[in-house]
C-alpha cells in the first residue's frame, strides 16, 4: 500500500487566493513526521513545513498552513493568498518512527502534485 | 550556515559507461546523508542513506552504489550505466539529532544514450 498518497497529479488556482494540496499517509507508528516540499521548475527541493505526529496545533509558516487530520490520516497543504512564484511541484513526505541513536529516519515521498498559479 | 554540493549539474553518459556523482555538505558535522533519484514527472525514491563514515544503506536493488569516505562527502557510483539509470539525482542532508527536516542538494541531471 501507498505510504503516502497525493491524489491532484495537477492544480490551478488564481492568483491571490488560497489553494490545498491533498496529501494522505498510512502507517501505523504512533510516532511519525509529516513535511511538505515544493520543487520548482529548477529542480531543487525547497522545505516548506514539517507536522509531528504528537503536535497539537496545525503547524504554519508564513503563508503555508498544514491541515493536519489524524483521526482521517490526512496533512493538506494550505497556501493563502497565492503568488506567480508558488507554481511548481509539490511533495508530502513523511516520517516513521521515533528518535533513536543512529536511526536515519529516512522520508517517503507521495508523487506530487504541480501547482500553476494563474494571474 | 549549511549548504550542500553536488556536481556535475548535468552529465549525459553512454550506456555502460561508469558514473561517479559527488555531494559534499558544509556547516555541519556527523550528518545523516541521503542519495534519491526521481524519474520524469514522477516522486522521489530513495536509493541510499548513510548514517556515518563507511555506513552505507541500500533501498533498492540495482547496478547503483553509494560509498561515504569522509563525513560530509557521499558519492554515488556505477561501474556500467543504464538506460534506466537516467533520471535527477538528488543528495540531501539531516542533522544526526533535533529536527527532522532534510535539507536538498541542486541536483545531477543524468541523461545515458
Known amino acids: 500500500a501507498q505510504k503516502i498518497t497525493q491524489t491532484q497529479p495537477g492544480m490551478f488556482v488564481q492568483e491571490k487566493e488560497a489553494v490545498t494540496l491533498d496529501c494522505t499517509y498510512d502507517?501505523?507508528?504512533?510516532?511519525?513526521?509529516l513535511f511538505w516540499y515544493k520543487q520548482p521548475s529548477s529542480g531543487e527541493m525547497i522545505f516548506l513545513i514539517y507536522q509531528g505526529s504528537y503536535d497539537q496545533q496545525n503547524a504554519t509558516e508564513g503563508r503555508y498552513s498544514l491541515n493536519f487530520q489524524k483521526a482521517r490520516k490526512s496533512a493538506n497543504l494550505v497556501i493563502s493568498a497565492s503568488q506567480l512564484g508558488d507554481s511548481a511541484m509539490y511533495f508530502c513526505a513523511m516520517r516513521e518512527g521515533g528518535y533513536s541513536s543512529g536511526s536515519a529516519r529516512q522520508l517517503t515521498f507521495g508523487s506530487g502534485t504541480q501547482l500553476t498559479v494563474l494571474p | 550556515s549549511q549548504t550542500i554540493h553536488q556536481w556535475p549539474a548535468t552529465l549525459v553518459q553512454p550506456v555502460g559507461s561508469p558514473l561517479s556523482l559527488e555531494c559534499t555538505v558544509e556547516g555541519t558535522s556527523n550528518p545523516n546523508l541521503y542519495w534519491y533519484r526521481q524519474a520524469a514527472g514522477r516522486g522521489l525514491q530513495l536509493l541510499f542513506y548513510s548514517v556515518g563514515i563507511g555506513q552505507i544503506s541500500s533501498e533498492v536493488p540495482q547496478n547503483l552504489s553509494a560509498s561515504r569516505p569522509q563525513d560530509r562527502q557521499f558519492i554515488l557510483s556505477s561501474k556500467k550505466l543504464l538506460l534506466s539509470d537516467s533520471g535527477f539525482y538528488l543528495c540531501?542532508?539531516?542533522?544526526?539529532?533535533?529536527?527532522?527536516?532534510?535539507?536538498f542538494g541542486p541536483g545531477t541531471r543524468l541523461t545515458v544514450l
Open positions: 502507517t501505523s507508528d504512533p510516532s511519525y513526521g
Open positions: 540531501a542532508w539531516r542533522a544526526r539529532w533535533g529536527s527532522d527536516e532534510q535539507f
